[in-house]
């Protein structure tokens, strides 16, 4: 959804999806490039029939919300359950559940978004980085 009119904060168009999926789509984070597009990354698996493997996709709109581009982010799926990951509060036995992490990050500029996210390393759980380019 998005305001109707520039600055008034009690009018707004009807809720609209971004990228339709009958699969999971989860931890969006949004940013803005000072041109006006809007950009929003989340983690989607769109790309798995089974929705069990993770795209990371980039929807973005330069019409603010009436329309949206959306494209993966990654070559190749990944599956977030790979590694169980024991976080320091967590005690057994409920240590080793899965947990892939709390966020996703994008920044924009007029050229492009640069997005931050969680996937599988070699051993482990890792940071990567990623660019999309306007």
Known sequence: MHQTTAGDLAHWSEAAQIKASPNQQFFPWISAAPNGRVDVVYYDRTCDSGDKLNCVTLSSTTDSGASWSSASLL????????????????????????????????ASNNAKAQVLYTGNGEQALDVFSVSATF
Not at 76 to 105: K, N, S, W
């Open 75 to 106: 070559n190749t799926p990944f599956d977030g359950d790979v590694f169980e990951t024991c976080l320091a509060f967590v005690q057994e036995p409920d240590c080793g559940r899965h947990f892939m992490g709390d966020y996703i990050a994008i």
